[in-house]
C-alpha cells in the first residue's frame, strides 16, 4: 500500500510540474525557436541533475527520525500552500488553472521581447526555458528526495516522477501544444492531499509520537485529509453564494 | 548579496509561502508535539488536529480578502 501511494504521488506531483514546464517550452520554443529553448531544455535538466546527485546521497546520511522531522514539516507547509490553492479553485474563491491561458501569456512575452543572441543562442528564448524547467524541475527532484529518502525508497518515487516525464514528453511531442485537457486542477487537488498526508505522518513521527498501527494508520490519515478538504470546499461554496 | 538575497526569497516562497502563519502554525504544532511525548504522552492526534485548525484558519483569511 504504502509503496504504490508513494509511486502515485511522486506520479501525480510530478506529472503537474512536467505539464507547467512543457507549456513554457512550447511558448518559448514556438516564438522564439526550438534551438535556444530546446538547449534551455537540456541546461536545466543538467544542473537538475546534478542537484539530485549531490543532496540524494546526503540525505541518505541523516538519521530517519530527524529527517522525518524536518521533511515532514516542510512538506507539510508545501502542501498546505497546494491544497488551500486548489481548495480556493475548488469553491471558486481563486480562478483555475488554466494552461491555455498561461501559454498566450508566454507566447505574448516571448514575441515582444526584444532578440539578444549570445553565446550563438536566442538568450530569451534560452532563459526562459531554462528557468521553467528548472524551477518546475525543482519541486519535482524536492518531492522525488522527500518521499523517497523518508520511505526510504527513492528509486520508486523516481520511477513515479520518470513515468510522468515519459508521459508528459510523448504526449507533449504528439501534440505540440499545451495540453488542456489534462485535469490539472483536479491533479492538484489530489498533490495537496497526498503532500499534507504524509508531513503530517512524517511531523508527528519525527517529533516522537507513534501512530496506532503504524503504516497502516496512513489510509486514515488521508482519508481524514481528503474529508477536510471536501467540507471546506462545501463550506466556502456555500459562504461564496451566500455573498452572491 | 543580492543573488544571495534571491537564494532566500526562492526557498522561502518554495517552502512557506503566502502565509507565513501556517508554516508558524506548522512549527508550533510539531514543538507542542515533540513536548507532550517528551512528557510520556503519545499525542500522534495533535498533528491532524493541528492541520485542520491551520488550513480553517487560513482559509477564512484568503475567503474574507
Known sequence: ???????????????????????????????????????????????????????????????????????????????????????????????????????????????TAAREERAGLDWYGFTLSFKGVLLEGLEVAFIVLTFGSTQGSIPLAALGAGIALVLVAVVGVLVRAPLTRVPENTMKFAVGVMLTTFGTFWAAEGAGAHWPGDDASLPVVLAFVIALSFAAVGMLKRRRLAFA | MRRLRAFGHFWWDFVVGDDWRAAAGIVLAIGLTAALVAAGLDAWWLMPAAVAAILALSLRREASR
Not at chain 1, 18 to 27: K, R
Not at chain 1, 32 to 48: E, F, K, Q
Open chain 1, 1 to 111: 500500500m504504502t509503496a504504490a501511494f508513494l509511486v502515485a504521488s511522486a506520479f501525480l506531483a510530478s506529472a503537474v510540474e512536467f505539464v507547467e514546464a512543457l507549456t513554457i517550452v512550447l511558448a518559448s520554443g514556438i516564438t522564439r525557436g526550438w534551438r535556444s529553448s530546446l538547449i534551455g531544455l537540456a541546461a536545466a535538466t543538467v544542473a537538475l541533475a546534478a542537484i539530485v546527485a549531490a543532496l540524494g546521497p546526503a540525505l541518505t546520511l541523516i538519521p530517519i527520525d530527524v529527517l522525518r522531522l524536518v521533511v515532514g514539516g516542510i512538506l507539510l507547509a508545501f502542501g498546505l500552500q497546494w491544497l488551500r490553492k486548489a481548495i480556493l479553485r475548488a469553491s471558486g474563491f481563486k480562478a483555475l488553472h488554466d494552461e491555455a491561458a498561461i501559454f498566450a501569456e508566454e507566447t505574448a512575452g516571448a514575441r
